[in-house]
RNA sequence: GCGAAAGUGGCGGAACUGGUAGACGCGCGAGACUUAGGAUCUCGUGGCCCCGGCCGUGGGGGUUCGAGUCCCCCCUUUCGCACCA
């Protein structure tokens, strides 16, 4: 082979005389295949097999975001870890679609280019380009003709199409809403970005705004979300991830009728709960969401969320000026110290009274901070006997704690020295005395609610996700706002509606996007009246870029849809999908909204996009995360330059248990270096392999291999699989001993999906014509062959290994205790007598119990 | 606080349904071979030790002939969520 890289003094020491053995240079193996796989197509699905795949399988990996770094440890090993399942499958035959995009909108961009001062649609072509040549040197399976970068306007013309169908499904709306807003960012935040309070970008602290939001009605989907996890085959965290963020709660609202001294009543309730009964139609009622109505006798007063709108309405002029200026607090308060868990309860009482619907007593209405607008009905009844919250609350304000819940050994009477949250009979509670708690839920719903005062309900946490943007680097929403016609959607045939190159997208403090500085683009006419318009000014949230990507994938060629229904339903749902537990909710559960969505307005036939999902653990360096503050982050070029991407790839997948990750080591990479060294110089030259039947020992060495990393690999085992190969060569090495061809050469393929090149270069010396990846290689075992004729079985003398046996596979236990009780050590502790029990595991154990 | 996962040699990590704890690799030690190669190849490597053993999988109990694995209590770490009513 010639050498095209002298400069490398690894892959090449200057010029190789023809004497000069031929030694493992990964650099000159990389670049041959590398070229090989481009010229030949090798990773690229045709339009013909993408339209009539035999046996298709997709597969899915979280595409990056191109940052100006490149590539890092993190994204190969997530990649690369994708990868060997693609390859693997391959190797078994089956058509594998393996494609690779970029998520390129967004803020992290735009913030970026703002640092440097240049504009992201310069920076993003660049970054794309440096991540491409990064991503091919890695040597993944990518079929480069099918690749999305989701700020091209080919991709965002879809995107806009998405929202428009969600619009036209009544899916999408827009309302005046609280939102968060980062002083730093400039911009809104969805709840999920907004983390303890602060912004999950820059750690900014979140204030609060009233804008009007374009949203996306997905907790109307929260039910089925949350039902269909049960048929999804991911890994336990993430679905656990996903059932708390739906975050189901059963219960009940009640509604607590205002007592006589609250102000005029001028209709229903607040809230958009269901039907009203008689009892409460001409009475302000305050409903709440409780997940204890058993508890309803020990609620001695009720608090509202200072923002909710009865309060007004319980105010008494004697309370109205404290009433407006907790208000006014609570509404200047940043949601870091609104959330604030830890602080002291505070709150001021309106003046105004409800009546308990269960005792028809008075109670005073409250309002304070940590009753939230966003939940529930944004009202809750306090139960300070049974609830910590409100028992801190009444502790604070030296209000009364009846209790109402009896547990083990405690009666009516027994004071509460904190809030009892469990189980128990009822107290203090009319008829209900003595029922336990469940079921006194249902009896105590059914009874308020013959009066029309309860209906049992099911509450998810799960919000309403906000898909707009007060920024530049994003899709524009495509809708047009005119005055005599509200908003009109933009036809879909005047798609794309392109984002304008605008130099100065920096936002302000104005709260409206850059693009609203922009006359000449957001000033036109109405698509319905023709009369003068303007263009929504706001972007749509990144999350809907990646929201259905793995739909645009196959259909990168198709010009006139955003997807192809034939490709769709040959390639669709994804087999398997691998990332990262960082997506675990957010993006994952997006991409399921949109699916189902999808599904709902006859544009899918499967609800649920990736049948299979697994997350991968973090790569951790020397025990810590890698982060360029602590300095300990591995910089890939110059390893895979010193030792190749195979050597890389193969080290990475050998460090720890996928799914859970790795501490990388810099001295690390010697085993898997040193290996695929010995993997050469057993099979190279060929010329000097023996021929003929592989020995006995060493070919049941390779079944049980092949079967072992055959079992795991599907599993993602990739760790175990690499130490099984290992073992197998120092199998084949022992003693060194001249290995033959039938014992190396299906080593190869097993070896393939973590080190393509190599296994490339070794099967065509070995006289292969074409790809390894084309035709099915995959070595299959002979489950008879695996099988050990001896087996060293354990003895035991009172449960300690007193010595081992090597005996025929199937001993019985009588000639093995035969053998055992002729073991000197054996005799010594176990004495003369024969031993009281005996326990024969047959060809593991035999332990003798002495008397 | 709630939820999830995990604690095994100097280190990363193995160990199927309870059945020889420490595979594989790093590191380390000894030796061999070397016109020097990132060397390579052997052998050894949990701790203690009277060389027969004893102790050992975060700690403490328990079940069992036998526990890293099962049960109970506790400690620690990591990751989610967090005034969710």
């Known amino acids: 082979m010639p050498c095209p890289s002298p400069a490398n003094p690894v892959s090449c020491g ?32 045709p339009e013909a097999r993408l339209r009539s795949p035999d046996r298709p399988f997709y597969n899915l990996m979280m595409f990056p975001y191109p940052s100006a770094e490149g590539l890092h440890v993190g994204n190969i090993y997530a990649f690369t870890g994708a990868d060997v399942h693609g390859r693997f499958q391959r190797l078994q035959g089956k058509d594998v679609f393996e494609p690779i995009g970029f998520d390129a ?9 703002l640092k440097v001062g240049s504009h992201p649609m310069d920076l993003i072509p660049k970054n794309v380009a440096n991540f491409t040549r990064q991503l091919r040197r890695i040597g993944g399976m990518f079929d480069w003709n099918h ?46 970005q907004v983390q303890g309070g602060q912004c999950e970008r820059c750690d900014s602290a979140v204030e609060q705004r009233r804008i009007a939001q374009w949203f996306f009605r997905i907790s ?103 009433v407006e200026a907790y208000r006014a607090a609570a509404a200047k308060m940043d949601l870091v110290a609104r959330k604030k868990t830890d602080k002291t309860k505070t709150g001021v009482f309106t003046g105004g009274h409800c009546l308990n619907p269960a005792t028809g007593r008075e109670i005073p209405v409250w309002i304070s901070d940590y009753v939230l607008m966003e939940y529930g009905t944004g ?40 809030a009892y949250t469990g189980p128990g009979r009822l107290v203090n509670s009319g008829d209900f005395d003595g029922m336990e708690v469940d079921e006194a839920k249902r009896a105590v719903t059914e009874w308020l609610a013959e009066r029309g005062l309860a209906q ?35 036809p879909e045939d005047q798609l794309p509606v392109i984002l304008p190159r605008v130099e100065d997208f920096k936002p302000d403090d104005s709260g409206v996007s850059p693009l609203a500085r922009v006359a000449e683009w957001y000033a036109t006419s109405c698509p319905a009246c023709g009369g003068a318009a303007r263009r929504e000014t706001d972007v749509s949230d990144t999350f809907l870029d990646s929201a259905w990507y793995f739909l645009r994938y196959p259909s990168t060629d198709v010009a006139d849809a955003a997807f192809d229904p034939g490709i769709t339903k040959a390639w669709l749902p994804v087999d398997t999908y691998i990332g990262g537990n960082e997506h675990a909710v957010l993006h994952l559960l997006y991409s399921r909204f949109i699916t189902m969505a999808l599904h709902d307005l006859g544009h899918l036939d499967f609800e649920e996009p990736f049948t299979r999902f697994r997350a991968h653990g ?67 030259p060929v010329e000097a392999l023996l021929e003929g039947a592989p020995d006995p020992a060493v070919e049941r060495k390779l079944h049980q291999t092949i079967e072992q990393v055959t079992r795991q690999l599907p599993e993602l085992g990739y760790n175990t699989s690499i130490a099984a190969m290992m073992e197998y060569l120092n199998a084949v ?66 449960g300690k290994v007193r010595a081992t046996l090597e005996l025929p596979r199937g001993a019985s236990e009588a000639d093995a205790v035969a053998a055992a009780r002729a073991e000197e050590n054996v005799a010594r502790f176990l004495g003369d007598a024969p031993p009281r029990r005996i326990i024969f595991v047959q060809d593991r154990l035999l332990n003798l119990v002495a008397s």
């Not at 650099?27 to 197509?41: L, P």
């Not at 909108?105 to 280019?113: L, Y």
């Not at 996700?465 to 495509?478: A, E, L, N, T």
């Not at 501490?663 to 690390?668: C, H, L, S």
């Open 14 to 45: 200057m010029t190789h005389p023809d004497s000069a053995p031929d030694l493992y240079h990964p650099s000159d193996v990389e670049a041959k295949w590398q070229a090989a796989w481009e010229a030949r197509g090798t990773n690229v699905v």
């Open 733 to 798: 090495r022992a003693g060194g001993r001249q290995a033959r061809r039938a014992e190396v050469e299906p080593l190869v393929p097993l070896l393939a999906p973590f080190c393509p090149h190599l296994a490339e270069e070794l099967w065509e010396r070995l006289g292969h014509e074409g790809s390894i990846f084309d035709g099915a290689h995959w070595p299959a075992y002979d489950p008879a062959l695996c099988i050990e004729d001896t087996v060293t079985v354990a003895v035991q003398v009172n």
């Open 105 to 113: 909108f967004g803020i992290h961009s735009e913030n970026f280019a």
């Open 618 to 684: 973090l790569i951790v360096k020397d025990g810590a995360k890698m982060s360029k503050s602590k300095g300990n982050v591995v910089v890939p070029d110059p390893i895979i330059e010193e030792y190749g991407a195979d050597t890389f790839r193969l080290y990475l997948m050998f460090l720890g248990p996928f799914e859970e990750g790795g501490d990388y080591r810099d001295a690390g990479i010697a085993g898997p270096w040193g290996f695929l060294k010995r993997v050469w110089d057993t099979v190279v």
């Open 220 to 322: 109307s989907y929260a039910p089925r979300l949350l039902e269909n996890l049960a048929t999804l085959d991911w890994s336990e965290t993430t679905r656990k991830a996903q059932e708390n963020w739906i975050g189901r709660s059963e219960g009940a609202i009640l509604r607590f009728p205002a007592a006589g001294d609250a102000g005029a009543t001028d209709g229903g309730a607040a809230g958009d709960a269901a039907t009203e009964g008689d009892a409460a139609s001409d009475a302000t009622n305050v409903e709440v969401f409780t997940t204890r109505p058993d508890t309803v006798f020990g609620a001695t007063w009720m608090v509202l969320a200072p923002e909710h709108p009865l309060v007004d309405r319980f105010t008494t002029p004697g309370q109205r000026a404290e």
């Open 147 to 192: 690749t999305v970068d989701t700020t091209t306007p080919d991709y965002y013309r879809w995107t806009q199409w998405l929202f428009l169908q969600l619009y036209k499904g009544g899916l999408a709306e827009r309302k005046e809403a609280p939102v968060n807003w980062c002083p730093s960012c400039m911009t809104v935040l969805a709840n999920e």
């Open 456 to 490: 049992g309900t099911v509450n998810f946490r799960l919000h309403d996700w906000c898909i707009s943007r007060q920024r530049y680097w994003g899709p524009p929403i495509p809708i047009v706002h005119c005055e005599a016609c509200g908003h009109v959607p933009v």
């Open 379 to 418: 009202a809750i009844m306090a139960v300070p006997g049974h609830d910590e919250r409100d028992f801190e609350f009444a502790s604070t304000f030296a209000l009364p704690i009846p209790r109402v819940v009896a547990g083990e050994g405690d009666d009516a009477a027994t004071p509460l020295e904190e």
